[in-house]
């Protein structure tokens, strides 16, 4: 074999060690990420925070549609009927401008707290992080601490292995059904739901999204993980374009850590040429998505800051100062800030930007909702009978009238007119309507046919509450006169 095959077969077998080293790269297996819990005696200061945004969402979200108010769910979005019910407001398919009004809030609310502290909403208020958190606690309390589970798994499956998984998955279930039951008890009165899936009558619309959003939660919550994080969560990807130098993010003090090591108990060090990280990994150990802290600001970073309270623990345990992982600034690590000249810049033009559009969003939503009148109507004129001639030379126009009642209480309505002279009210000018219902109602207006010219003209008609002139509606509209 001369030089140059001898040239042409190592490079083809380059090429394919290549193309096989990017293929294994490619579909490489998910590595089984064990998050340690514990940390020290107790739960350090940013475990206690993000264990009571745990607490605190599943009281609301699994408590919420169990409250009652006016003999009803005080919660509850009815799409069948199509009215939304939150507390003592009831919202309609009209009232869509408040739900518009809800979704900028929570948008500018997520520009604000992302230009301020980085990804705090994931690592302690999203779904994706609560639910793991309480899938893991699960799995901890069933199958043992961290290292129990990393032998458990690698152990070959036995009575014991196979009775412990079974155990975790089948609470893992329990309770990702009982999520999925409580979200659709918000779109159907929950206990109505309930009592139609104990005698196994549930509708197949609802058992389809009890068992979709618990099968959602069983698989993000329990297989998932951080895979959602990583490559689902579209958050994670536009991230970036919220944050600046001057947010706030979990950082590793490179100039005070570097370089790492262990140390020595014989001589300090400083005499060994190290910085403060004794390179120890519980960092590593305790971060859910099982990223180094130390290789600087990652995208898969939840911000949950795990690693600050490890890294605190351990350097209280070896006499070092605390804050070599803490929550900074890129610009108050470069250019050395203390505390307060680091908020000072924490709270840029953006921010206050943000605020302002904030709460002005909030007040005009608040004080909207406050103004709202609790009554609607559609007034529609009859094609049927655009305009006829009465008795006693009165030309008559008919209408139909949609009337909504947005209170939890009967209530009788008036009918007026005004806008042509002896323009009256043939049919009945006084009505009733049932609590949060809505009533068609006819509605015959006359006037006189000498005083009506041909054509059209511009009448109002007001619809007013019986027990409160406060409550009122003005519709206009147009009556036809007849042509001679």
């Known amino acids: 074999m001369n030089a140059v095959d001898e040239g042409k077969r190592v490079q083809e077998a380059v090429s394919a060690a290549t193309q096989a080293e990017a293929v294994e790269s490619l579909y490489a297996k998910r590595v089984e990420i064990y998050p340690r819990a514990k940390i020290g005696e107790r739960l350090a200061w940013f475990q206690k925070w993000r264990w009571a945004t745990v607490w605190i969402t599943q009281i609301v979200f699994y408590g919420l549609p169990w409250l009652a108010w006016n003999d009803r769910q005080a919660v ?13 407001l009831v919202l ?42 309480l899938f893991m606690w699960i799995e901890r309390r069933i199958e043992g601490d961290r290292v129990r589970r990393m032998v458990l798994d690698r152990a070959p499956m036995s009575a014991r292995k196979f009775a412990l998984k079974a155990a975790k998955h089948a609470a893992w279930i329990a309770v990702a059904l009982w999520t999925g039951y409580t979200f659709v008890g918000y779109f159907t009165p929950i206990r109505e739901l309930g009592a139609e899936m104990l005698a196994l009558q549930i509708g197949g619309w609802s058992a389809l999204w009890v068992a979709f959003y618990g099968f959602a939660t069983y698989g993000n919550a329990g297989w998932m993980r951080e895979q959602v994080c990583k490559y689902m969560c579209p958050y994670a990807r536009f991230q970036s374009a919220m944050f600046d130098k001057d947010t706030l993010i979990v950082t590793y003090d490179t100039t005070r850590g570097e370089p790492r090591g262990p140390g020595s108990k014989k001589k300090g060090r400083a005499d060994l040429g190290l910085g403060d990280c004794v390179d120890c990994g519980l960092c590593v150990q305790v971060c859910p998505t099982g990223i180094d802290i130390r290789n600087g600001l990652q995208y898969e970073c939840i911000g949950c800051a795990a690693c600050i309270d490890a890294c605190d623990h351990v350097m209280e345990r070896t006499g070092l100062p605390k804050g070599l992982v803490r929550y900074s600034t890129t610009n108050a690590m470069r250019e050395g800030l203390d505390t307060r000249a680091m908020w000072r810049r924490v709270f840029r033009p953006r921010v206050f930007v943000y605020s302002g559009i904030l709460l002005a969003i909030t007040a005009a939503l608040a004080v909207a909702v406050a103004l709202r009148v609790p009554l609607k109507v559609d007034l529609i004129r009859d094609r049927g009978a655009l305009a006829r001639e009465a008795d006693g030379g009165q030309v008559e126009n008919v209408y139909r009238m949609q009337v909504s009642n947005t209170t939890e209480a009967r209530r009788a309505f008036t009918v007026s007119v005004a806008g042509l002279p002896g323009l009256a009210v043939a049919s009945e000018a006084r009505f009733e309507v049932g609590p949060a219902a809505v009533a068609s109602v006819p509605l015959r207006l006359l006037a006189d046919a000498e005083q009506v010219a041909p054509g059209s003209h511009k009448i109002a008609v007001e619809i007013r509450a019986a027990d409160d002139p406060a409550v009122a509606v003005r519709e206009t509209t147009t009556f036809l006169g007849l042509r001679r």
């Open 76 to 88: 509850l979005f009815d799409l069948a009927a199509r009215r939304f019910y939150i507390f003592g």
């Open 92 to 133: 309609w398919p009209q009232d869509i401008v408040f739900l518009t009004g809800i979704l900028i809030i929570a948008a500018f609310s997520l520009f604000l707290f992302t230009a301020v502290g980085g990804r705090l909403w994931c690592g302690y208020a999203c779904p994706q992080t609560v639910y793991t958190e």
